[in-house]
Each structure stands twice: as structure tokens, then as C-alpha cells.
Nanobody
Framework: QMELAESGGGSVQAGGSLTLSCGPS????????MAWFRQAPGKEREFVAS????????TYGNAVKGRFTISRGDAENTANLQLNRLKVEDTAVYYC??????????????????WGQGTQVTVSS
């Protein structure tokens, strides 16, 4: 399995912005479908966003649509998540996920077989 590492989490006030990044240790992400999920304390893991291996198809969860943007970084070795207009309810651990295949049901965690350890995002009022 590929090791993934997230970075960019932190604490911010409501209305602020953060940029999360996800990268593998030793290989390119160019052939992988990528996604971000999040999990708040006491809640199930929630789909945030996904991007196809071509970068042409992006999908967002209803809770973040219009505020978050997923993208691939330069040289196809990172997957980034821009978080804008953050809300208190966006507080969670954010996880990066990857699948070496075309993912048809992008919001199902079981369709991804590579995961990072997560990065904490805390939004205060």
C-alpha cells in the first residue's frame, strides 16, 4: 500500500481559510483517484470531496459545496483541499484517501485502499 501524509491542518476562526495537502512518500499520484473525508468526534466518517485520476471530474459533499475546492498539485504528487468560509461544524479530523482505479461511488470510504493518518481542523466561533 502507498503511504499518504496530510498537512496544513490547524485552528482558525469561523469565516477563515485553510489549505490541506496530501502526498505520498515515494510515488506519484497521477494514476490515483483521490478523495478527502472527515470525521468529527462521535460521528461517522463523512465524504468531503473527490477528484478523478484525470483531474477532470470533481465531486463535493453537500455540506462543503461552494466553499471547498479539491485540486491536484504540480507534478501530480499532491492532492490539495482549499477550505474557505469555514464554519464551526467543519471541525474534524480530515483524511486523504487514494484508489488505484476508477472509483464510481466516490463517497464510499470502502472504495479507497490507501489512507493518511489525518490532520486536525478546528474552527472556533
Amino acid at each position: 500500500q502507498m503511504e499518504l501524509a496530510e498537512s496544513g491542518g490547524g485552528s482558525v476562526q469561523a469565516g477563515g481559510s485553510l489549505t490541506l495537502s496530501c502526498g505520498p512518500s515515494h510515488e506519484t499520484l497521477s494514476r490515483y483517484s483521490m478523495a478527502w473525508f472527515r470525521q468529527a468526534p462521535g460521528k461517522e466518517r463523512e465524504f468531503v470531496a473527490s477528484i478523478s485520476w484525470t483531474g477532470n471530474t470533481k465531486t463535493y459533499g453537500n455540506a462543503v459545496k461552494g466553499r471547498f475546492t479539491i485540486s491536484r498539485g504540480d507534478a501530480e504528487n499532491t492532492a490539495n483541499l482549499q477550505l474557505n468560509r469555514l464554519k464551526v461544524e467543519d471541525t474534524a479530523v480530515y483524511y486523504c484517501a487514494a484508489a488505484l482505479s476508477v472509483v464510481t461511488v466516490v463517497d464510499a470510504p470502502e472504495n479507497y485502499d490507501n489512507w493518511g493518518q489525518g490532520t486536525q481542523v478546528t474552527v472556533s466561533s
